[in-house]
Every structure is written in C-alpha cells, then in structure tokens.
Nanobody
Framework: VQLQESGGGSVQAGGSLKLSCAASGFAYSGHCMGWFRQAPGKEREGVAFIESDGTTSYLGSMKDRFTISKDGAKNMLYLQMNSLKHEDTAMYYC???????????????????WGQGTQVTVSS
C-alpha cells in the first residue's frame, strides 16, 4: 500500500483547505482510511475516519468543520477543512488499516500504512 498526501499549505484563520490522499495497492473492502495530524511537540492524533461503505467518524470538534470523503473509483481520500484555526496547524497524514467489528479504529497503532504527510499552517 502506498499513500501520498497533497493539498497542504498556508492559510489564514477562517480559511479552508482540501487535503487529498492518493492510494495505490489498497482494497477498501474491510478497511478504514483516516486522517491524523501531529503538531510540533504533540502526539499524533486522529482527525477523521471513513469505512469502505462510506460511514464516517470524527474525533473531537472536527466534525463541525472537517469533512472526510473518498472516491473509490479514483482511489482517493479527501479531507475538506473549513473555518481553520491556528491550532489546526500540524502535519497531516493519511493512513489505512483494518476495520474493527465496531467500525474504524481511532488510534494510530491500528493503522499499518501511512503517507509522508502534508503540512498545514494556519496563521492567526
């Protein structure tokens, strides 16, 4: 499995960005894909997750501002981020991993394929 993120950049607070992740060698069936982020000096944290059937889940307050989606035909994963805040500044990673019986895992230890990351910087 190869994952490659794109779409990061610098934006002012209140702005929007759409991250993309190109996946290859990956079968969505029975798997989850997710977005994680890691800010300087902080641990990597989950942001949003999507199952093969399109069921989504979010951590924290991200659901109000972020939307995860996928295009199975193009093997693409997306993260639409709106109303960005300074605290959203981080390296964003896409990841793929197995699905639990309850849905997508939210912990990074369950994801075995990772992209290199794309930097998002939000200026206040």
């Amino acid at each position: 499995v190869q994952l490659q993120e794109s779409g990061g950049g610098s934006v002012q607070a209140g702005g929007s960005l759409k991250l993309s992740c190109a996946a290859s060698g990956f079968a969505y069936s029975g798997h989850c894909m997710g977005w994680f982020r890691q800010a300087p000096g902080k641990e990597r944290e989950g942001v949003a997750f999507i199952e093969s059937d399109g069921t989504t889940s979010y951590l924290g307050s991200m659901k109000d501002r972020f939307t995860i989606s996928k295009d199975g035909a193009k093997n693409m994963l997306y993260l639409q981020m709106n109303s960005l805040k300074h605290e959203d500044t981080a390296m964003y990673y896409c990841a793929a991993g197995p699905r639990s019986v309850f849905g997508c895992y939210t912990g990074q230890s369950h994801y075995n394929s990772w992209g290199q990351g794309t930097q998002v910087t939000v200026s206040s």
